[in-house]
């Protein structure tokens, strides 16, 4: 079996979204004074590849603890997006070369290659986002989650969130940023887990998003 890792690692100087802090990795105990090590971890819960619930927009809507430990695993497909220019659109064009896969799967996977930018200014650039067209087939769709390679399911300079809050407003699914090395997953399903933390009332988590392919 095959596995891969598709997670940025957590460092005090990772990118994070504009106007949030870094996180901060602070000595809590270390091996001189107590005998083991501890660490303090301070930062955002959508900090690095994370994973947004519909909470994260609507105060009464689905947190990512109330989610059933299921959601967090199934198919992936990755659809290949890197020949979009700068601020161009995913359009169900990039879905078609895939077929029926793209109805097998639980999980949509967007790869725009800007993944190759993280921890540079133009990973914070005008990165192609989804349609209205491609926003309404994964509500109807009956997903358990998408993600992408980049900071935002909207653009940086979309504050109102538009396709956030179109998204969770219809459906119990979850957003999955910040993810990498989509690349190297093939054109195929594939297995994909990407449990987050189990916090109370949480409206986002850090995640270990991991793919396996059965060789």
Known sequence: MRVLDLTHTIREDMPVFPGADTPK????STYEHDGFKETLMQMYTHTGTHMDPPAHLFADRKTLDAFP???FIGRALVVDCRMLAEGEAITVEQL???GDKVTQAEFLLFNLGWDKRWGT??????YPCVDDEV???IIDGGYKGIGFDVIGLDPIADENLTRHKKLFRACDIVNIENLKD???CGDDLFWFSCAPLKIEDCDGSPIRAIAWFED
Do not use: K, M, N, T
């Not at 200014?121 to 005008?126: I, K, T």
């Open 25 to 28: 990795l602070l000595p809590a």
């Open 69 to 71: 430990a299921s959601q």
């Open 96 to 98: 078609r070369p895939y």
């Open 121 to 126: 200014e133009a990973y914070f650039g005008d």
């Open 135 to 137: 926003l309404d087939l």
């Open 182 to 184: 989509l690349d190297c």
